[in-house]
């Protein structure tokens, strides 16, 4: 059974990259028809899609964080990250990392428990 989970600060500074960390157990991130995917929820707002790091190795992030977001993954640790540049109050939201799975046409089915960041000074 395939499980996620976030791993990261709770506080960053305005200014200041936010850096997270998927821990992915019980499945290869390596799985070359999977999108290993982060989402955020700001507070009384929805989900809002990041973007991917694909488990043949290419990534993308979303035209509205495109400019400030980077995905990579560590295939000899089974993990993959995020990397979120200068960050402002906005970014505040619960953070979660999910598979995309092929087998049941990309539908994020499995999920990490989320983690909330806070981007104030």
């Known amino acids: 059974q395939v499980q996620l989970q976030e791993s990261g600060p709770g506080l960053v500074l305005p200014s200041q990259t936010l850096s997270l960390t998927c821990i992915v157990s019980g499945g290869s991130i390596t799985a070359n028809r999977d999108y290993w995917s982060w989402i955020r929820q700001p507070p009384g707002r929805g989900l809002e899609w990041i973007g991917y790091?694909?488990?043949?190795?290419?990534?993308y992030c979303g035209p509205p964080l495109k400019s400030r977001c980077s995905i990579d993954r560590d295939t000899s640790k089974n993990q993959f990250t995020l990397q979120l540049t200068s960050v402002t109050p906005e970014d505040t939201a619960v953070y979660f990392c999910?598979?995309?799975?092929?087998?049941?046409?990309?539908?994020?089915?499995?999920w990490g428990q989320g983690t909330q960041v806070t981007v104030s000074s």
């Open positions: 790091v694909s488990g043949s190795g290419s990534t």
């Open positions: 999910a598979r995309g799975d092929y087998e049941l046409g990309y539908a994020y089915e499995k």
